[in-house]
């Protein structure tokens, strides 16, 4: 395009000065131009010309490596931008995940507290029903029996309730054992 266009102002240029009426006068003769200084006009249009597109070459060129630089960055920015939205929705994700893990780790330690409060209003229920059998034994032994097989009968009921509460005690120690386990597990989570 630029080649066409200088193309018409070289030949425009040639035209008009065929064109236009010469007067002769002996200053004008003087005057114009020898071929050889529009031959080298003319390459120096057309070097100009060139020159021209070059340069309308190389800036074309440039812009399209620039528009495609941006297109990247652009590209780049919206990988980011997606990447950012998915590393905040795993935050969100991870912070109610802690959250029930807090929730369940003071579940867990109010119910071993209360276990804990219950086992060892059962081992002094345990440590009484020890001493009044002790008692009864003592009593027995020193008193005169007068239903010895009633008194057999309550010391036995007494030693299996006592053996009740020992199996009730041991299964209390284990499931104490379990939570403790459970929110060592728990913790060790959160950390």
């Known amino acids: 395009m630029i080649w066409g266009l200088c193309f018409l102002c070289v030949v425009g240029g040639l035209r008009a000065v065929h ?11 003087d005057k114009a131009a020898p071929q050889e200084e529009v031959n080298v006009l003319m390459f120096g249009v057309i070097q100009f010309s060139e020159s021209l597109n070059y340069v309308y070459e190389t800036t074309e060129a440039k812009i399209a490596k620039i528009s495609q630089t941006l297109m990247t960055h652009e590209g780049n920015l919206q990988k980011l931008g997606q990447e950012t939205e998915q590393a905040a929705e795993v935050e969100k994700e991870m912070k109610e995940v802690i959250q029930l893990l807090q929730d369940q780790m003071a579940k867990q330690q109010a119910q071993t507290k209360m276990t804990k409060d219950w086992l060892a209003s059962v081992e002094q229920e345990e440590v009484e029903l020890e001493t009044k059998v002790r008692r009864l034994e003592m009593h027995l032994n020193n008193s005169v029996p007068t239903s010895i097989k009633e008194l057999q009968e309550r010391a036995e009921e007494h030693s299996t309730v006592l053996r009740g509460l020992q199996h009730l005690t041991q299964f209390q120690k284990e499931n104490i054992e379990t939570q403790n386990e459970q929110l060592s597990k728990l913790q060790k989570m959160l950390i």
Do not use: I, R
């Open 19 to 29: 064109a236009a009426p010469l007067t002769k006068t002996s200053k004008m003769e």
